[in-house]
């Protein structure tokens, strides 16, 4: 690891080899914890390269506890996390809305790191068990339509990564990789990143893949579709740009979509809206990702999966689909 961070500080980049193989022998405990956090910190204060990246994700695909509910034909909805923005949960309310909509949802989630309350902290709140066992998530999307995928379960390579993380409480290169190590290998996906340089690899290192994807970055730096602004929009087919009125809705105010200011204020906005008792802004918000993962899934205009999120959220099939996995989580 000194001869890495030597090269590292020296501005130096590593091979998709190189970078593989560091991952894997963090995983197998062989650096101590003060070489870790200083391997994080590099990536603070330079831009990962594609190689690099590349390199971390096939280490933790390849470490990774997998699960195959590719029968399902589910997709993810997950955002890198680390834009800094506070808003409310909005991709794990997107999922609810999304497999209530009749889509399979395989969410992968963590616990928040840059944030006040990430996906599994505002789960684990609202009663959700986290498995990994095949029996229980395979009941889990039957019957829901959703399951969990909480990530230290699936990914217990990086058990000696999460403490440190914790403590440095900023985003590192892991938020760049959560999204795109989902245990499910689901083949679609939509994905929000936290800046544009970001948008662009994520877009490379998808398209060799055989997904259906969609990579969302808000201009005014949200890792979702906030409705503040426009938002550039990357998939397997086409690049375009995303405006409020796509979805046939106004702009909102940043200040409409923060989250709560801790994990009991998240957990009552998560279940207002869920609840029908959201504001036109949230509500909004939460379908237009909900709508753009239904379309990329059915095939349809992000305009009309716009309009089946809406119809899943306000007849209450969310909600009915978080209180099915409630359910199934006190088995």
Same mark, same amino acid.
């Given at each position: 690891m000194k001869e890495t961070l030597n090269r590292l500080i020296n501005h130096d980049a590593l091979s998709k080899d190189d970078a593989k193989q560091i991952l894997v022998n963090i995983a197998k405990g062989e650096y101590n914890t003060s070489q870790i956090a200083a391997f994080l910190t590099v990536y603070m204060m330079r831009s990962i390269t594609i190689e690099e990246l590349e390199g971390f994700r096939d280490a933790l695909l390849e470490l990774c506890v997998a699960i195959d509910l590719s029968a399902y034909n589910p997709v993810d909805l997950c955002g890198t996390g680390g834009d800094g923005k506070d808003t409310f949960n909005i991709s794990t309310l997107a999922s609810f809305v999304t497999a209530g909509a009749g889509v399979k949802v395989t969410k992968h989630g963590n616990y928040g790191v840059s944030s006040k309350c990430g996906s599994s902290n505002v789960m684990e709140f609202l009663g959700i068990k986290f498995s990994n066992e095949r029996d229980f998530l395979e009941k889990s999307i039957d019957e829901a339509g959703i399951c969990v995928l909480h990530a230290p379960l699936f990914h217990p390579a990086m058990k000696n990564v999460g403490p440190i993380r914790r403590e440095l409480g900023v985003k590192t290169f892991f938020n760049m990789l959560g999204p795109m190590v989902n245990p499910a290998f689901p083949k679609n996906q939509m994905v929000g990143v936290f800046n544009l340089e970001l948008a662009r690899m994520y877009g490379y290192l998808y398209q060799n893949t055989n997904k259906n994807f969609t990579i969302l970055h808000a201009l005014d730096g949200y890792d979702e579709i906030s409705l503040t602004g426009n938002t550039k929009t990357i998939s397997n087919k086409s690049e375009s740009m995303l405006r409020p009125e796509d979805f046939g809705v106004n702009k909102i105010q940043q200040s409409e979509i923060?989250? !709560?200011?801790?994990? &009991? !204020?998240?957990?009552?906005?998560?279940?207002? =809206?869920? +609840?029908?008792?959201?504001?036109?802004? +949230? &509500? &909004? =918000?939460?379908?237009?990702?909900? !709508? =753009?993962?239904?379309? *990329?899934? /059915?095939? *349809? %205009?992000? /305009?009309? !999966?716009? @309009? /089946?999120?809406? @119809? %899943?959220?306000? %007849?209450?099939?969310?909600?009915?689909?978080? /209180?099915?996995?409630?359910?199934?989580?006190?088995?």
């Amino acid at each position: 690891m000194k001869e890495t961070l030597n090269r590292l500080i020296n501005h130096d980049a590593l091979s998709k080899d190189d970078a593989k193989q560091i991952l894997v022998n963090i995983a197998k405990g062989e650096y101590n914890t003060s070489q870790i956090a200083a391997f994080l910190t590099v990536y603070m204060m330079r831009s990962i390269t594609i190689e690099e990246l590349e390199g971390f994700r096939d280490a933790l695909l390849e470490l990774c506890v997998a699960i195959d509910l590719s029968a399902y034909n589910p997709v993810d909805l997950c955002g890198t996390g680390g834009d800094g923005k506070d808003t409310f949960n909005i991709s794990t309310l997107a999922s609810f809305v999304t497999a209530g909509a009749g889509v399979k949802v395989t969410k992968h989630g963590n616990y928040g790191v840059s944030s006040k309350c990430g996906s599994s902290n505002v789960m684990e709140f609202l009663g959700i068990k986290f498995s990994n066992e095949r029996d229980f998530l395979e009941k889990s999307i039957d019957e829901a339509g959703i399951c969990v995928l909480h990530a230290p379960l699936f990914h217990p390579a990086m058990k000696n990564v999460g403490p440190i993380r914790r403590e440095l409480g900023v985003k590192t290169f892991f938020n760049m990789l959560g999204p795109m190590v989902n245990p499910a290998f689901p083949k679609n996906q939509m994905v929000g990143v936290f800046n544009l340089e970001l948008a662009r690899m994520y877009g490379y290192l998808y398209q060799n893949t055989n997904k259906n994807f969609t990579i969302l970055h808000a201009l005014d730096g949200y890792d979702e579709i906030s409705l503040t602004g426009n938002t550039k929009t990357i998939s397997n087919k086409s690049e375009s740009m995303l405006r409020p009125e796509d979805f046939g809705v106004n702009k909102i105010q940043q200040s409409e979509i923060l989250g !709560g200011e801790d994990i &009991n !204020g998240s957990a009552q906005i998560f279940m207002d =809206v869920l +609840q029908g008792r959201g504001t036109e802004a +949230q &509500n &909004n =918000v939460v379908c237009a990702n909900a !709508g =753009v993962a239904i379309a *990329i899934v /059915k095939n *349809i %205009s992000p /305009k009309e !999966g716009f @309009e /089946k999120a809406k @119809e %899943s959220l306000l %007849s209450g099939r969310g909600l009915k689909a978080l /209180k099915r996995l409630q359910e199934l989580s006190k088995n």
